[in-house]
């Protein structure tokens, strides 16, 4: 038994196990958002968690069994496979809830899907391969910032 296994099982905790992309070299962390969104999600948590980076060229075929057609980032929860990032983060805050784990989630919802607009935005803007309409993507990048800025500033009143 790894000292991980016997761990978990000490201590009653959930078994969690993170697999991310890959860095260029096979095996460090990747510099993929959401695998490393995770993962500062469940070490904020203060959760014991295996980390198993995927070589998304080499993937292993035990892994194509697991999460058949999925790509990192996802987990296994008590054996329970995750793919979908967004369910996971939200499994993540129900199932590791106070008083045990601190509480992450945002205090009030509409900061959420400032923060998520902003994203999806902003990531249109970069990704747009067409820049005759870049111009139309930025103006609502904009409105999108704007937002954000109003929902920071009257949090601080």
């Not at 959930?14 to 959401?34: M, Q, R, V, Y």
């Not at 993540?92 to 945002?106: C, D, R, T």
Request: glycine share 6%.
């Amino acid at each position: 038994m790894s000292w991980y296994e016997s761990a978990v099982q000490k201590l009653d905790l959930p078994k969690i196990e993170l697999f991310i992309k890959a860095g260029s070299d096979g095996e460090t962390i990747g510099n993929c958002p959401f695998s490393q969104r995770l993962f500062m999600i469940l070490w904020l948590k203060g959760v014991i968690f295996n980390v198993t980076t995927v070589d998304l060229k080499r993937k292993p075929a035990d892994l194509q069994d697991l999460a058949p057609g999925t790509n990192p980032p996802f987990m296994t929860f008590n054996g329970e496979v995750k793919v979908d990032v967004n369910k996971i983060e939200e499994f993540l805050e129900e199932k590791l809830s106070p008083p045990s784990f601190p509480k992450l989630a945002a205090k009030h919802p509409e900061s959420n899907t400032a923060g998520i607009d902003v994203f999806a935005r902003f990531s249109a803007y970069i990704k747009n391969p067409r820049k005759d309409t870049n111009e139309g993507t930025m103006g609502f990048s904009t409105l999108s910032f704007t937002a954000l800025w109003f929902l920071l500033c009257s949090a601080l009143l």
